[in-house]
DNA sequence: TAAACGTGGCG
DNA sequence: TCGCCAAGTTT
C-alpha cells in the first residue's frame, strides 16, 4: 500500500491487526479524531467533480420529488427510475395531485420499476402529508418515519437530500463503502448490524463546525463512490480518491468473508404476482377471476367463450385486444408453470396487500 | 429476525 | 447464458 498523500493514518493499516467482527476500528476516539478530515474533504471533492446531474439533486427539485425518486430508487437502478420519475413529477407535482387520484392510478403509472406496493405506499404518503402536514412533505426526521414506505434510510435521505440536514444516511452503496475503507472487507454484513451503525455515526464530519454542512454533503458524496466506483460486482479502485488509505485494498481484496444469498425467482409467488399485476395494469377494463386465474399454457379457460380462430393470439377470450402490452402480459402469465393453488394463493395476496380490487365485473387496480 | 416482496440489465 | 444485484420496508 502506498503512503497516505496526506500523511494520515491509513484506516486499513495492516498494523492496526485483523478486523474485529465485533468492534471495528474506528471505535476508538482518538482514531476517528485522527484524519477523518481529510477523508471528508477527499471524498466530498471527489463528489463535487464526478456525481452524476440526477434530477431530483438539481436546486430545483423540490422536496416531494426527492420523496418520489427516495421511493422508486428502493431497489431499483437509477436508470430504469428516470424516466418513470419524470412522468411522475409532470403529471403530479405535489403530494395533493397525487393524493387525489385513485391508488391504481398510482401503480399503473408506477409502470414496471418492480415492487408495486411501494407505488401504493407512496400513495398513502402523499395522502397523509395533505391531511396531516398541509401538503408539504415534512422536514423532521420522525415525521418521516411514520409516513408509510418511510423507513430509516428514505427517512434520513429525505431529511438529508431534500432539507440538507446533517442525517446519518446509511445505504447499501455507504455500507459497503465502509466495510472496505474501515473494515477490510469485501462486502458488508448480511443485515444491518449495530457495529455498522456505530460505524457510519463515527465517521460523519461533526455537526457544530459549519452548521452540518459537511456532514449532509457527506452523505451523498459517499453514496455515489459507492454507486460509482466502489461497486459491487467490479469496483474501479484506480479511479478511487480513498484507494490509498483502503482497509480492503491494503489487505490485498479478501474475497467475502460469507455467501450472498440468492434472490430465488423462477417459481415463486413474486413471479406469480408480478405476472397478474402486469395483466391488471395493461388492462382497461376489470378481469374476470376466473379468467385470471385459468391462464395458463396448459389448462383450458373454461369461462372464455368460443375462440376467435382469426387473432390466433393465445386461447384466452380476452386476450383478443389491439394493445400489444395487454397481449403480452396474458403471454407471459399463460407461460407460467404455476400451479392452480399458488396461483389462487397469489390473486388473494395481491387482494389482501391491496394492489387488486375485486368488483362485480372482475378484478382490476384499486379504485 | 428472517423472509417476502418485482424487475430487468450487466458481467 | 444465467446468476447477481439495485438509494429498503414491512411483518
Aim: negative net charge.
Amino acid at each position: 500500500m502506498p503512503p497516505s498523500r496526506l500523511g494520515e493514518p491509513r484506516w486499513g493499516d495492516p498494523g492496526l491487526g485483523e478486523p474485529d467482527l465485533e468492534e471495528p476500528g474506528l471505535e476508538e476516539p482518538d482514531l476517528v479524531d485522527r484524519g477523518l478530515g481529510g477523508l471528508h474533504r477527499r471524498v466530498t471533492d471527489w463528489f463535487a467533480a464526478n456525481a452524476r446531474d440526477l434530477p431530483w439533486r438539481r436546486p430545483e427539485c423540490t422536496p416531494w420529488g426527492v420523496m418520489v425518486s427516495e421511493f422508486m430508487l428502493q431497489q431499483t437502478p437509477v436508470a430504469r427510475v428516470l424516466p418513470v420519475w419524470e412522468e411522475w413529477m409532470e403529471r403530479w407535482p405535489e403530494p395533493a395531485d397525487l393524493a387525489a387520484e385513485p391508488a391504481g392510478e398510482a401503480l399503473r403509472a408506477w409502470g414496471r420499476l418492480g415492487y408495486p406496493r411501494r407505488a401504493l405506499r407512496l400513495h398513502g404518503a402523499a395522502q397523509r402529508i395533505v391531511e396531516e402536514h398541509g401538503g408539504r412533505v415534512p422536514s423532521a426526521h420522525a415525521d418521516l418515519l411514520a409516513l408509510p414506505g418511510v423507513g430509516a434510510y428514505t427517512a434520513a435521505a429525505i431529511s438529508c437530500f431534500a432539507f440538507g440536514a446533517p442525517e446519518t444516511v446509511v445505504d447499501t452503496n455507504i455500507r459497503r463503502v465502509h466495510a472496505r475503507l474501515v473494515s477490510g472487507r469485501a462486502l458488508p454484513e448480511p443485515s444491518y448490524t449495530a457495529a455498522e451503525a456505530r460505524l457510519a455515526e463515527a465517521l460523519m464530519p461533526a455537526r457544530e463546525q459549519d452548521g452540518g454542512r459537511l456532514a449532509n454533503a457527506w452523505n451523498a458524496a459517499v453514496m455515489e463512490l459507492g454507486a460509482l466506483v466502489c461497486t459491487a460486482r467490479s469496483p474501479r479502485c484506480p479511479q478511487c480518491p480513498v484507494a490509498d488509505v483502503c482497509a480492503w485494498v491494503g489487505a490485498g481484496q479478501p474475497e467475502p468473508h460469507y455467501v450472498p444469498k440468492g434472490q430465488p425467482w423462477a417459481g415463486t409467488d413474486r413471479q406469480v404476482r408480478g405476472a397478474f399485476m402486469a395483466v391488471l395494469r395493461a388492462s382497461e377494463v376489470p378481469v374476470r377471476r376466473a379468467e385470471l386465474l385459468g391462464a395458463s399454457g396448459r389448462v383450458p379457460n373454461p369461462a372464455a367463450p368460443a375462440e376467435d380462430t382469426a387473432s390466433g393470439d393465445t386461447a384466452l377470450g380476452n386476450t383478443v385486444s389491439g394493445d400489444p402490452a395487454l397481449a403480452a402480459a396474458w403471454k407471459r402469465l399463460a407461460g407460467l408453470s404455476a400451479p392452480a393453488d399458488q396461483r389462487l394463493r397469489c390473486l388473494d395476496g395481491l387482494l389482501a396487500d391491496g394492489l387488486a380490487h375485486e368488483g362485480p365485473e372482475g378484478v382490476a387496480l384499486p379504485h
